[in-house]
């Protein structure tokens, strides 16, 4: 009896798993990519942001580049299809190179070139290419919860909700906050940074990945996103704009942006804040509709 009773047992809790296997695969199948997990770091972000590239339908505009172009928030363009892949601390080459490996390309890619100092980073790019990844076939249980609980409780928000946010910050007034402490660090360390070597190399990564993209029918525009005046002067920007500008001396491959700078705000004279950071949205939106773009 006893030993009847454990097999019962044995053959149930075997049971329960499968079934719970099963469902955690269907789970995959239903859901794919889209049930992501909690960020614990910015490589947590950075993967979150490539894995809803790659898994979503392939979007009108993408804009790739560094922590300076990480600010300008998805719901501040008006257009519904744009994507912004810039990562926190990365280069422009790491999204650049992902965006033009897949089979299916943008119409628009906006690159942003203010930070060319820090290599691609080639484990990224390996990871989401084009066919290189592969998804876990079964989903965790507990994982799959809170997955399925991150993805419910950050939902992005609807167009109107969108647009009533970008209406109440640009009824805001311009931030007054002093941030000359973090200009005068910041200069600091640009005019100690020499950019040479990592920006020829970002460069020329570049200039590969424009003309294989625009080689398979899509746009590319090169873009500069406003500093503070302090930080324009710093030696690291300004050899950084000597390279990329004499790489790209074509001024059609560029796309001029004109937000009003009196307007415009930075916390700490790199990284613009939220209502700067829409300024300038809608300054790039402007700059592609007069490209016919």
């Excluded at 200039?207 to 996103?225: H, P």
């Amino acid at each position: 009896m006893r030993h009847s009773s454990g097999q019962s047992w044995l053959i149930k809790c075997a049971g329960v798993a499968v079934a719970l296997l099963l469902a955690c695969g269907l789970a995959t199948a239903r859901f794919g990519s889209a049930l992501q997990q909690p960020t614990v770091t910015t490589r947590d972000g950075t993967i979150i942001t490539l894995n809803r590239y790659v898994g979503d339908p392939v979007p009108d505009v993408v804009l790739v580049g560094s922590s300076v172009a990480w600010r300008l928030k998805e719901e501040y363009f008006s257009r519904p299809r744009v994507r912004n892949l810039a990562l926190a601390g990365g280069s422009p080459v790491t999204s650049l190179e992902i965006v033009a490996k897949q089979k299916s390309l943008p119409k628009i890619v906006l690159i942003e070139t203010n930070v060319l100092t820090r290599l691609p980073d080639d484990a990224l790019i390996a990871k989401f290419s084009g066919g290189t990844r592969s998804e876990a076939l079964f989903l965790r249980p507990v994982r799959t919860a809170v997955a399925a609980y991150e993805t419910w409780n950050h939902t992005p928000p609807d167009p109107a909700e969108a647009r009533a946010g970008r209406d109440r910050l640009l009824n805001e007034p311009a931030s007054t906050f002093d941030n000359k402490v973090y200009i005068d660090r910041a200069v600091q360390q640009m005019n100690d940074d020499d950019p040479t070597v990592p920006a020829q190399v970002n460069v020329a990564r570049i200039r590969a990945l424009v003309d294989d993209i625009e080689r398979r029918g899509s746009r590319a525009f090169l873009l500069e996103i406003p500093f503070a005046a302090e930080i324009e002067d710093s030696r690291m920007v300004k050899m950084s704009k000597a390279i990329v500008h004499a790489a790209f001396p074509d001024r059609d491959r560029w796309l001029p942006i004109d937000p009003p700078m009196r307007e415009l705000r930075w916390a700490d004279g790199v990284h613009l804040d939220e209502r700067s950071a829409l300024l300038v949205v809608r300054a790039i939106e402007n700059a592609l509709a007069e490209r016919g773009q």
